[in-house]
């Protein structure tokens, strides 16, 4: 048996287990250490490669495909600074809980450390951010481990999916030639075919346990149920079902999906960041119970509000992590958040007290009605924007949000409804960077998905472009250029006017047309909202990448956020006058 024939039989007994696993999307770079890999990936018509020329934006591609499809996807590159473009995807992954499968191809460790080309130290490059690591040593003159390299690939796989889902990362050292041989390969001489299937389930705890925490839950009054983004099947509904039982609200954050579809609960409260950051409100809306499932909600309202909450608090965690940033847990509860809704629900006789969600209803309908005077807005402007997505977005889209302001945007004006949007976002790590092209990803596994981003978000990822451009993907970007980072403008360091623009606000002046024509993008920018609402609603009729401008004013934003919470505030105080009277 030569090498090449030993190299062959173990890659391809790896790709066997990864397409009995269930992979079948790859995102592939091009390079010369993942030939073989490249060649014998390509060669299977289980799998589908998605060619991404950049490793930094083939990292988030493959992030969004794996979000959009609730499955793990692999990626390839060759040796060197490649892999390591891979690093913010991964982060991302880890923290957002995608599962990833990392391949990357190396030198053998005869060039390790003697100044060949393309070569630096793959061993844990991801550090505490990948879930597994492992180091394929393949053998060059028998099948004697090809056992082994099948069991990796499934144990590898099982990693990446059991809750907490993450990514893994497998470095191949590949020795030349790197070509494999697919004559070798056709006449079935593959060694061993022995593999290992997986079956993994919900993490459940003891009745007796259920009882306690039933118990606690019970004697409480004035309970807040708290959901982020979850990743359990059937979880929506249940806690609806959980909420309407204890007669408790929902705040749900944009990520939770439970404020569009169809969940018809007034349980559900959307504009909690818009009145929590009121303290007369927040002191009426006090809680002796705390639920919280999920990641962390995007709101900052709501995070100083958790923290001043003198209550039990109880964090359910299906992937059994530590989610408690402001350090006020008085409880973990590692089960899987479905089945722990429908436990607690069977173990509960009492009737809801609806004092408390009335409440709760009344200042969310009120302040709901003043976060839609937006709509009398005649100026462009991010806050009208998100409150026409509310009107214009068709049922069964999906929305991806960028970092900075538009996610939070979303959370203040996306409001419960029931044309079905998926939303998504890259809430993890919360980088700027990759947006571009984890919405590709996205877009290239569902139907009629718009990204709305801010402009140096956009700039951060624009070789994100390409991929949308060469795979077809049909995506509406909706550009939000208000020349720089809006964010900063909330912030304190506003105050600073002698740096600020220079530090924070970092206008660039670019003509994004040029971009939008370097990719062959459709590209519109508007100039009022009759042109927006053509614009967006045209762009579904449209094949491939569309590119719509929205010119904003970061000032102006400002202005508008200050009167519309200065609105809320003289509501709540009347809401406040009539609670204590
Ligand atoms: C990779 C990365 N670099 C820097 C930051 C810090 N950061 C947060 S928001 C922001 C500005 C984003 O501007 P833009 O995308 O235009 O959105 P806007 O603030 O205008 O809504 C920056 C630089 C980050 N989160 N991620």
Redesign the pocket.
């Known amino acids: 048996m030569d090498h090449g024939e030993v190299l062959s039989a173990y890659l391809s007994a790896f790709i066997d287990e990864l397409v009995k696993n269930g992979v079948t999307d790859v995102v592939l770079s091009p390079g010369s250490r993942s030939t073989p890999l490249a060649l014998l990936l390509a060669d299977r018509p289980e799998i589908k490669i998605f060619l991404d020329i950049d490793e930094r934006s083939a990292g988030f591609m493959a992030l969004g495909i794996a979000k959009a499809k609730k499955n793990p996807v692999a990626l390839l590159c060759t040796s060197g600074t490649a892999a390591a473009n891979y690093f913010?995807a991964v982060v991302e992954a880890f923290y957002s809980r995608v599962p990833l499968i990392v391949l990357t191809a190396d030198r053998p460790y005869e060039l390790q450390d003697v100044g060949a080309p393309q070569t630096i130290n793959q061993a844990e490059m991801y550090g505490s951010h990948v879930k597994r690591f492992a180091e394929i040593e393949i053998p060059e003159h028998d099948f004697g481990l090809i056992d082994h390299i099948r069991m990796i690939c499934t144990r590898f796989i099982a990693a990446a999916t059991c809750s907490p889902c993450g990514p893994v990362h497998l470095n191949f050292p590949l020795r030349e030639p790197l070509v494999p041989d697919m004559e070798f390969l056709s006449r079935g001489s593959r060694g061993e075919q022995r593999s290992v299937s997986i079956r993994s389930g919900r993490v459940t705890l003891a009745e007796s346990e259920i009882d306690q925490i039933a118990e606690t839950i019970q004697r409480k009054r004035k309970g807040v149920i708290i959901c982020g983004a979850v990743d359990s099947e059937g979880f929506e509904e249940q806690v609806i079902v959980l909420a309407d039982k204890l007669g408790f609200p929902i705040l749900a954050d944009p990520l939770s999906q439970l404020r569009r579809g169809s969940h018809p609960s007034r349980s559900i409260i959307e504009s909690y960041d818009a009145f929590l950051r009121d303290g007369q409100a927040a002191a009426f809306l006090k809680a002796d119970l705390v639920i919280r499932f999920g990641a962390i909600p995007v709101s900052k309202a709501l995070k100083v509000w958790i923290e001043k909450q003198e209550a039990v608090q109880l964090v359910v965690d299906g992937g059994c992590g530590w989610r408690d940033p402001a350090g006020v847990a008085t409880g973990m509860v590692y089960c899987d958040e479905t089945w722990f809704c429908k436990m607690i629900v069977s173990s509960l006789p009492k009737p809801p007290d609806q004092n408390w969600i009335t409440l709760w209803y009344r200042v969310n309908q009120e302040v709901k009605d003043i976060l839609s005077g937006i709509y009398d807005e005649k100026a462009l402007s991010?806050e009208k924007l998100f409150a026409k997505l509310n009107q214009l977005l068709p049922d069964q889209c999906s929305l991806f949000v960028?970092?900075?302001?538009?996610v939070?945007?979303l959370d203040t004006f996306l409001f419960t409804d029931k044309p079905d949007v998926a939303i998504f976002a890259n809430r993890g790590?919360?980088?700027?960077?990759g947006i571009v092209s984890t919405a590709v990803g996205v877009s290239l596994v569902r139907e009629n998905t718009v990204l709305v981003?801010?402009?140096?978000?956009?700039?951060?990822d624009m070789n994100g472009l390409l991929a949308a451009k060469q795979h077809h993907a049909n995506l509406t970007i909706i550009l939000?250029?208000?020349d720089?980072?809006?964010?900063?403008s909330f912030l304190p360091q506003a105050s600073e006017k002698r740096y600020f623009e220079a530090l924070f606000g970092?206008p660039h002046g670019l003509d994004f047309s040029n971009t939008a024509h370097l990719y062959d993008a459709d590209y519109s920018k508007v100039g009022n909202w009759n042109e927006f609402d053509h614009a967006l609603l045209g762009s579904f009729q449209k094949k491939g990448l569309k590119i719509i401008e929205v010119p904003t004013d970061?000032d102006e934003n400002v202005h508008i956020r200050k009167r519309l919470f200065h609105q809320i505030s003289k509501k709540i105080s009347a809401i406040a006058d009539g609670q204590s009277s």
């Not at 790590?429 to 960077?433: E, L, M, T």
């Not at 981003?453 to 951060?460: A, K, M, Q, V």
């Open positions: 913010p991010e960028g970092n900075s302001m538009p939070r945007e790590a919360s980088g700027i960077d981003i801010g402009d140096l978000s956009f700039f951060h939000i250029n208000n720089g980072g809006g964010i900063f970092t970061r």
